[in-house]
């Protein structure tokens, strides 16, 4: 599999929510009831939170 560009990465990015803060993310996770399975990460590039699938 080839790895992902500096420009990939910056589209993903860009098309997530960003939350301030870890529990802002969990929390809107609970709140749309998808919180089962979602891991809430810092994203090296814009430097907030985002959900992921884990």
Sequence with gaps: ???STQEQ????????RK???QGDAL???LLAGVEH????YLCPLCRQ??????
């Design 9 to 16: 990465r910056r589209r993903m990015c860009t098309r997530k």
């Design 49 to 54: 939170w985002h959900l992921a699938s884990g």
């Design 27 to 29: 929390d809107a996770a």
């Design 1 to 3: 599999m080839k790895p």
């Design 37 to 40: 399975g979602r891991l809430a």
């Design 19 to 21: 939350y301030r803060t």
